[in-house]
């Protein structure tokens, strides 16, 4: 971008922005508010407010100089993993240490139905950057370091002409990629460097018409049957209604064999970065809250996930706090709602999730969450924009988060260098960081660190870790199951779900059981399993989508017929 460029898209922004100041009249923009006092289990929550423009404020993208690299703790160093790629969102590391980076774009044809879209719209180009400086976007790299010295040595676009991918998962010679409106399936050797054949759609998402929140997550059980996905929302707090919201804001497990699937937890408005905790078993997610309640609501979670549970959204926030813009009120569905387990501070963005235990991190490091957070736009001073780092102890956080990874924002100029999103472990154990709008991978290792004697795959847990030792005493137990020798995961002869978030108590049964909970209205009915085509072709979104048009707060979301109960895939 020439100087010219930049100076106009200044010029637009403070344009902007003073019009969104104009607009909101009498916001108050919390510029004292302490964001540490929302991170952790319990944070604080001022009163909501609302205005006809939200708060605003976004740093222009601005890029990396040559020599130039996000600013790290002591203890630690950092250098550039892979340059020049184009919007990279998610690292995952394959059982022989190859690295592949999810590179990707959103889909178009949202539709603008509100003047404070259009806003929105632009200032949220300005924050993500140039988008790889014209490259081809939606497709999947593979980087490969053979020796071992935290260097790439080799690079190969492993898929390319992708509908805006995003999560990644391996096991047994099979590729699992998330795309905007499925899961898909592709065979695939280790050391590969091209696919070329058709993959296979194992399941459909939730996708158009609106796919406002496009990004889909996975995550592979440890026992290998079940996969994982994130379904955002399809709009900030229902406006759209909820026909549009049809199996979204949600998890889904999705059984890998047959394909057939269900929504396993759901009020959960954008969940991302989804993984195992290598101590407990249970799944954990990172998600991204609701804006335009005032710069310092709702805090962004990071939160065990329970089977069945709801966690609220759109009736409620963290826990049962309810939103007053939701009409009618669902005092049923806010009364169910679970409590997430850790803040973050509101709008930080948190995309990424990584636990270290097993990895080549540093003592105070070594048993806990790295989390990518990629940074706010709908506050007044600016949050996020870095890479944290917080404890775990027996399953759960124990602590006060630290900034490990900093540096993307120069705040003082109103410039981002980068925005973290994905976070991951490359094959030696190093923290890696996907820099979607800096267009880079980063690679945060230990200092003095002595690499893993093996690669830990992103879909594997750790060997010596709680999870890894079950689950082969498990094998063990099924007669004619021997231990994989590549250390991946060899599917159990019996479902195994994750295990129940602690403080939660698994519903009784028999005669003595209470009427079960009310049903989210936004959950949709299991998909039959679809028809292995083995060409790639997609049936229709999978629950049908509407494209309700879009109401004041006032009249957000309505209720809807309960659909039919999901069932056990």
Not at 11 to 26: D, F, P, R
Not at 83 to 91: C, G, I, S, Y
Not at 121 to 135: D, E, H, L, R, T
Not at 216 to 230: N, Q, T
Request: hydrophobic share 35%; with cysteine.
């Amino acid at each position: 971008m020439n100087r010219s460029e930049i100076t106009l898209r200044r010029v637009a922004l403070a344009s902007t922005a003073l019009l969104a100041l104009t607009l909101a009249g009498c916001s108050d923009d919390n510029g004292d508010f302490d964001v540490s006092s929302q991170i952790g289990p319990d944070p604080v929550l001022p009163e909501p407010s609302q205005s006809l423009v939200p708060d605003l404020k976004v740093a222009e993208v601005v890029g990396w100089g040559a020599d130039k690299t996000p600013d790290v703790i002591d203890g630690f160093t950092i250098s550039a993993y892979a340059r020049d790629l184009a919007n990279p969102r998610t690292v995952h590391t394959l059982p022989n240490g190859d690295v592949l980076v999810v590179q990707s774009k959103a889909p178009p044809g949202k539709p603008v139905e509100r003047p404070k879209d259009v806003i929105r719209g632009f200032i949220m180009s300005i924050a993500s950057g140039g988008g790889g400086g014209g490259k081809p976007t939606n497709l999947i790299t593979l980087l490969r370091d053979p020796d071992r010295d935290g260097t790439v040595d080799e690079r190969h676009d492993l898929l390319t002409d992708l509908n805006s991918p995003f999560g990644l998962a391996f096991v047994d010679d099979t590729l699992y990629v998330a795309a905007a409106d499925a899961v898909l399936a592709y065979d695939y050797q280790l050391g590969q460097n091209e696919i070329t054949t058709p993959p296979r759609v194992l399941t459909p998402l939730p996708g158009g018409p609106i796919n406002h929140h496009w990004t889909k997550d996975l995550a592979l059980s440890p026992d290998g049957r079940f996969l994982y996905a994130s379904v955002g929302s399809n709009s900030n707090a229902g406006e759209r209604g909820l026909e549009a919201e049809k199996g979204r804001a949600a998890i889904w497990q999705i059984d890998r064999e047959t394909g057939a699937s269900r929504v396993y937890a759901s009020g959960l408005r954008n969940p991302n970065g989804l993984a195992f905790n290598p101590d407990s078993g249970a799944l954990w997610t990172v998600v991204n809250e609701r804006d335009e309640l005032g710069p310092n609501l709702v805090p962004d979670y990071m939160t065990s996930v329970q089977d069945g549970a709801f966690y609220g959204w759109p009736w409620s926030y963290y826990g049962q706090h309810v939103d007053p813009r939701l009409h009618p009120p669902r005092p049923d569905m806010v009364e169910q709602a679970i409590k997430p387990d850790y803040a973050l501070s509101s709008h930080v963005a948190a995309l990424g999730l990584a636990f270290s235990t097993g990895m080549a991190m540093p003592e105070g490091y070594a048993n806990g969450a790295f989390v990518g957070n990629r940074g706010s736009w709908n506050r007044s001073q600016f949050n996020g924009y870095k890479v944290l780092y917080v404890p775990f102890e027996n399953g759960r956080p124990s602590g006060d988060p630290t900034d490990v990874v900093t540096g993307f924002l120069d705040a003082e100029a109103e410039e981002a260098h980068g925005r973290p999103v994905g976070v991951g472990f490359d094959g030696t154990g190093a923290l890696l960081i996907a820099d979607d709008a800096g267009n880079t991978v980063w690679r945060v290792a230990a200092e003095g660190a002595t690499p893993l004697a093996e690669p830990i795959g992103t879909d594997q847990m750790p060997p010596g870790s709680a999870v890894a030792e079950q689950q082969a005493a498990t094998d063990e137990a099924v007669e004619g199951t021997p231990a994989p020798a590549d250390g991946t995961t060899a599917p159990a002869a019996a479902s195994t779900s994750p295990a129940p978030a602690e403080g939660i108590t698994p519903a009784p049964t028999g005669t003595d059981a209470p009427p079960p909970p009310a049903e989210d209205p936004a959950v949709a009915p299991t998909p039959e399993a679809p028809a292995n085509t083995g060409d790639g072709t997609l049936a229709p979104p999978t629950p049908s989508q509407t494209d309700v048009p879009a109401t004041a707060p006032e009249g957000g979301v309505q209720d809807a017929s309960p659909p039919p109960a999901p069932t056990q895939p």
